[in-house]
């Protein structure tokens, strides 16, 4: 009797095609993978325009790789942007000074830091993973690699960002603040149709830093981490917190011990707090977010302060998803 039912429910789902019209049968796509891929993460609310700069690559089959630079590299290039790239607030020199890392599904890296004058740090690091033996060049030394490189100097110090440094000097009073865009980034981390994983992190950096300061933003293991064989993480915030725990690695390997892309998240948080507890500070004006990206295409995020949102696209379409936090 059960194989008569299955066998007469097998003619009804085929007799139901059968009656479709050729058009409308066109349409019928099969069954989602049980990977949710393609799909890229990106830090902030500026990640929505280069997630579609990002898609454009994912969609059509291109490699991940290549579209979290194409990603990011759009909002390098957006003087709207005060704290990535050309139009970036500067050090308290008046000095625009890039860090940027990308990493690949081959564990291949390249990394600069301090690189002054040329607007795509990321593009530059990318070379550094690609054309050189090394996986870090850092200020003099990573401005004439990308000179060498044919990357044109350009004077990234926007009207803008000058007059608000100006304004900064009469007081050239240091206090970051929660949230407020004087020291995000933008990381990105995405799966491909093929099933690899690679991630980009580029920023300015804390506004009015010390000249020569370098985050977590460059620091592979801080700022980004891809392991292809579990998922990829990527940091924003106050980038000392990030490099004291090298939380992008902690999170990949939380994963690897069997955390949800979210718990794990959670626990490099706590870890920081936990730090920053033991050593009698306060949480005040300390911001940190985490987001991972698992080989399955599972995500998550979780940070110290509400306000943190990432934006994620897959087929289901480009949203910003506000993170989860500690502090209620």
């Known amino acids: 009797m059960d194989s008569r039912r299955k066998f007469l429910k097998n003619m009804g789902v085929g007799s139901l095609l059968l009656g479709l019209h050729p058009s409308y049968a066109q349409q019928l796509k099969p069954l989602q993978s049980p990977i949710n891929k393609p799909i890229v993460l990106s830090t902030w609310d500026f990640g929505l325009k280069a997630n579609i ?25 957006d003087a709207t942007e005060r704290s990535v790239g050309y139009g970036g607030r500067p050090d308290r020199d008046g000095k625009v000074t890039l860090d940027a890392c990308i990493m690949d599904e081959n564990a291949n890296i390249g990394s600069v830091a301090a690189l002054e004058g040329v607007k795509h740090a990321i593009s ?8 050189t033996p090394h996986v870090m060049l850092v200020g003099d030394g990573a401005q004439q690699f990308a000179q060498e490189q044919g990357f044109p100097l350009e004077n990234l ?38 099933g690899n994983l690679s991630g980009a992190c580029t920023t300015s950096g804390m506004a009015f830093k010390m000249h020569g300061r370098v985050g977590d933003s460059p620091i592979i293991g801080a700022g980004l981490y891809v392991d292809n064989e579990v998922g990829a993480a990527t940091a924003t915030g106050h980038g000392e917190e990030v490099v004291r725990t090298v939380g992008s690695h902690l999170v990949v ?10 718990k794990a998240c959670e626990e490099a948080v706590n870890r920081i707090i936990n730090f920053t507890k033991n050593r009698k500070k306060t949480l005040d004006n300390i911001q940190v977010g985490f ?18 949102n990432y934006a994620k696209y897959d087929y289901v379409g480009n949203e910003l998803i506000f993170s989860p936090h500690y502090l209620k």
Not at 61 to 77: F, I, K, N, P, S
Not at 159 to 187: C, F, M, Q
């Open 253 to 262: 390997e939380l994963m690897r011990q069997g955390h949800t892309p979210q």
């Open 124 to 131: 530059v690091a990318r070379a550094v993973m690609e054309k």
């Open 53 to 77: 700069e990002a898609w454009k690559i994912l969609s059509t089959g291109g490699r991940a790789l290549d579209a979290v630079e194409q990603g990011v590299r759009y909002t390098e290039a």
């Open 291 to 308: 987001i991972a990206l698992s080989k399955q295409g599972e995500y998550g995020a979780y940070c110290i302060h509400g306000g943190f």
């Open 157 to 194: 110090l926007t009207e803008v960002s000058e007059k608000e440094w100006r304004e900064w000097l009469k007081t050239a009073k240091y206090e970051p603040v929660v949230n407020i865009e004087n020291h995000d980034t933008i990381g990105m981390i995405a799966l491909d149709a093929d």
